[in-house]
Antibody
Framework: QVQLVESGGDLVKPGGSLRLSCAASGFTFTDHYMSWVRQAPGRGLESVSY????????SYRDSVKGRFTISRDNTKNSLYLQMNSLRVDDTAVYFC?????????WGQGTLVTVSS | VVMTQSPLSLPVTLGQPASISCRSSQGLVYSNGDTFLNWFQQRPGQSPRRLIY???NRDSGVPDRFSGSGSGTDFTLKISRVEAEDVGVFYC?????????FGPGTTVDI
């Protein structure tokens, strides 16, 4: 079955950087768009970024443009999110999810805390 | 696109029906004719789980007491008979216009 396992979340100071990873299994990774969705503590859900199967179709929400970079390694069935210039309001659980328009499968999430 | 839901809190009685409304600030028909309106349930401490996709299609393994309907900018999730496992927060989400957006969530408790 589809499995998505995120890692890389941590406590980081404002202005710092972090790289999240998502290991995918149980499906043909190269057939699917992938995305990152986040949820601030006690808050709702927010789409962050998505990437096409070959990596050439990428979008970001405005609040992370220029700071976050999504990428994928199809040889490793892995999705990544490089987060730079982190801000306090980036604090959230970050979920890896399949098919950004449909979000049919989710990982368990990884917690990113931005605090001084 | 702003997604709104009502009510935000829904106390329910076991065995009774329940309904959640979702409204979008723009129409959700995509260029290919699909309407990317999804419903998710998030139980405490868990990741969201999709229940309904493209307005009215139930996901595999989702009990048939859950149903979705609607068109244009108005959508509804109905639970025909609430069971104890249905507690949690329910979100609608549009996947038509980027950035894809979620409603604020409706908390269902017994």
């Amino acid at each position: 079955q589809v499995q998505l396992v995120e890692s890389g979340g941590d406590l980081v100071k404002p202005g710092g950087s972090l790289r999240l990873s998502c290991a995918a299994s149980g499906f043909t990774f190269t057939d699917h768009y992938m995305s990152w969705v986040r949820q601030a503590p006690g808050r709702g859900l927010e789409s962050v970024s998505y990437i096409g199967p070959s990596g050439n179709d990428i979008s970001y929400r405005d609040s992370v443009k220029g700071r976050f970079t999504i990428s994928r390694d199809n040889t490793k069935n892995s999705l990544y999110l490089q987060m730079n210039s982190l801000r306090v309001d980036d604090t959230a659980v970050y979920f890896c999810s399949r098919d950004p328009r449909r979000l049919d499968s989710w990982g368990q999430g990884t917690l990113v805390t931005v605090s001084s | 696109v702003v997604m709104t839901q009502s009510p935000l809190s829904l106390p329910v009685t076991l065995g009774q029906p329940a309904s959640i409304s979702c409204r979008s600030s723009q129409g959700l028909v995509y260029s290919n004719g699909d309407t990317f309106l999804n419903w998710f349930q998030q139980r405490p401490g868990q990741s969201p789980r999709r229940l309904i996709y493209k307005v009215s299609n139930r996901d595999s393994g989702v009990p048939d007491r859950f149903s979705g309907s609607g068109s244009g900018t108005d959508f509804t999730l109905k639970i025909s008979r609430v069971e104890a496992e249905d507690v949690g927060v329910f979100y609608c989400m549009q996947g038509t216009h980027w950035p894809f957006t979620f409603g604020p969530g409706t908390t269902v408790d017994i």
